[in-house]
């Protein structure tokens, strides 16, 4: 996996419409995005459609990106997630990728946002986040797990995990505050 | 220090982007995003947070073909996109590529033989399924509900114009979507009904609407109904309008 920095120049060279370094970032970072839609979708077929989708749209919205929106590699995998998402809930697509924020400025607006550039200064990391997610209850971790990884909803979840709908809501939102807690905290 | 609507709002974010929500939930959490700078941020947060999930998995290259279909869409010549092939993909299984070949070649065959119908009632211009077309001009067209989008391309002698639809849209019965070139201030030009099945189509585009596809154009789409299909005016609900952009490199 190349480094962010690069990933970072072949993101801006994209928005300048460089080919090569579109192909380049194809390169470095599809087998990444592809093993998420696969995991979310459980179809080759459709992951590969999603996979095309997604490059389509970070083709399209590559001018968007700028450092504080995150790494690079997140940002690229938050814009499959959705497409997945989207596919798996055609018929109700409420989970489209909104429109972009109006990048720098937007962030810096709001006084108490903690930037995922700053979060990623204070290394946070898949170590980080791994640690974190061992500290919520096994039900709010699978709850999470299971949301994120299998794109299931709060109904679907509930029939699952075999609990009420209002428990596994319960679940998601505690072990959501208990993973920001942990990771803005740097307790992991 | 966090307040109770700071929370909400965080935990908004975080529910939108672990796709939990409820579709009004989601909806008016959309509705947010527009006017609300703290719920942006929050929203980019989340996705930094969550996406690091993904790291965990242990990555699989996609077959060879994903690639040129990309490169396709987005316009790169097809010699180009075989040449610049990126990396060494796992093969798939035959089977699987020639079924998805397949699937594609039938769709856009089916549909190009019923936009071609339709179209030959109005004695405009002519889709015609896949082929290729390096491309002066482009155009995107996206429709953020339901994530379908469609890219628009013209030759470079500006004498075919392409469409790839990206997946499904679904037209009520009795209504049609049809495009338009708007150049500047004139009037929007039609250029015909919009394919708005997955596939790729090509069409002769009309000498009279060369001149006005340029760095000022724009791309627009209407939703008519079907009885206006002998008019050349635009009548029904405008859907889209994308810029037209100049292709450069």
């Known amino acids: 996996m190349a480094e962010r920095e690069q990933l970072a120049n072949w993101l801006e060279a994209t928005a300048r419409g460089d080919e090569q370094a579109f192909q380049q970032l194809y390169a470095a970072t599809s087998p990444q995005l592809y093993a998420l839609l696969l995991r979310i979708l459980r179809s080759p077929e459709r992951a590969q459609d999603a996979l095309q989708d997604a490059y389509v749209r970070i083709w399209q919205k590559a001018d968007t990106y700028s450092p504080e929106r995150g790494a690079p590699l997140t940002w690229l995998l938050s814009i499959a997630r959705y497409r997945a998402l989207d596919l798996l809930r055609r018929r109700r697509p409420e989970v489209a990728m909104p429109e972009e924020p109006d990048r720098v400025a937007t962030l810096l607006e709001d006084e108490q946002s903690l930037s995922p550039a700053q979060e990623n200064e204070n290394q946070q990391s898949l170590a980080a986040i791994n640690a974190c997610l061992n500290q919520l209850s096994d039900e709010q971790r699978e709850s999470v797990l299971l949301a994120y990884y299998e794109g299931l909803t709060h109904q679907e979840l509930s029939e699952r995990m075999d609990a009420p709908l209002g428990t596994v809501k319960s679940w998601i939102r505690r072990g959501l505050l208990r993973l920001r807690d942990c990771l803005v905290g740097g307790s992991a | ?249």
């Open chain 2, 1 to 249: 220090m966090t307040t109770p609507e700071h929370d909400e709002l965080d935990l908004t974010a975080a529910e939108y982007v672990l796709g939990t929500l409820e579709p009004e939930q989601a909806s008016a959490f959309r509705q947010r995003l527009a006017d609300s700078a703290a719920a942006r941020a929050r929203l980019a947060v989340w996705e930094d947070r969550l996406a690091r999930l993904a790291l965990d998995l242990e990555p699989v290259a996609p077959p060879a073909y994903v690639w040129e279909d990309v490169a396709r869409a987005i316009g790169i010549a097809r010699e180009q996109a075989a040449d610049r092939r990126p990396a060494a993909p796992a093969a798939p299984g035959n089977d699987f590529k020639r079924a998805r070949r397949w699937r594609r070649l039938a769709l856009a065959a089916s549909l190009a033989a019923i936009v071609l119908a339709g179209l030959a009632i109005f004695e405009l211009p002519v889709w015609r399924g896949g082929g290729q077309i390096a491309p002066t001009y482009a155009s995107v067209i996206y429709d953020k509900p339901t994530g379908m989008s469609w890219l628009v391309t013209s030759s470079d002698d500006g004498k075919k114009l392409s469409v790839q639809a990206m997946g499904d849209f679904k037209v009520p019965a009795g209504k049609m979507l049809r495009m338009w070139i708007k150049a500047g201030d004139g009037k929007p030009q039609l250029v015909g009904e919009l394919p708005h099945t997955r596939g790729h189509y090509t069409m002769a585009l009309p000498s009279k609407l060369r001149s006005e596809l340029g760095d000022h154009a724009k791309i627009m789409v209407s939703m008519e109904d079907t009885s206006r299909a002998g008019t050349r005016t635009p009548g029904g609900k405008l859907m889209w309008v994308a810029p037209v952009a100049h292709r450069t490199g």
